[in-house]
């Protein structure tokens, strides 16, 4: 049983920045990867940003050098660091556990909504 909770979401200009958290209720090194994803209106929930327990990083195209993923350990958080937003960042943003085990399973948190508008 993991519950994940994010935050940060929130209403945002074109250009600015936000910061979402995901905490989850245990050690995120139980865990093959943190990622987060993105799910738009009428569009299929995409990766956005992924770091394994061994701490590398891998983002999608759209993001690249405006969005770090980090994570602070003692906290069980993942964080995701937003800059030079646009308006097709928009989306319900869900903090997702990859399984290290056969035993266990994936678990979502249940999204924070971001959106980016004049």
């Known amino acids: 049983q993991v519950q994940l909770v994010e935050s940060g979401g929130g209403l945002v200009q074109p250009g600015g920045s936000l910061r979402l958290s995901c905490v989850a209720s245990?050690?995120?090194?139980?865990?093959?990867?943190m990622g987060w994803y993105r799910q738009a209106p009428e569009k299929q929930r995409e990766l956005v940003a992924k770091i394994t327990s061994g701490g590398s990083t891998n983002y999608a195209d759209s993001v690249k050098g405006r969005f770090t993923i980090s994570r602070d350990t003692a906290k069980n958080t993942v964080f995701l660091q937003m800059s030079m937003l646009k308006t097709e960042d928009t989306a319900v943003y869900y903090c997702k556990a990859e399984k290290l085990l056969l035993s266990m399973r994936d678990y979502w948190g249940q999204g924070t909504q971001v959106t980016v508008s004049s």
């Open positions: 245990g050690s995120i090194f139980r865990f093959s990867a």
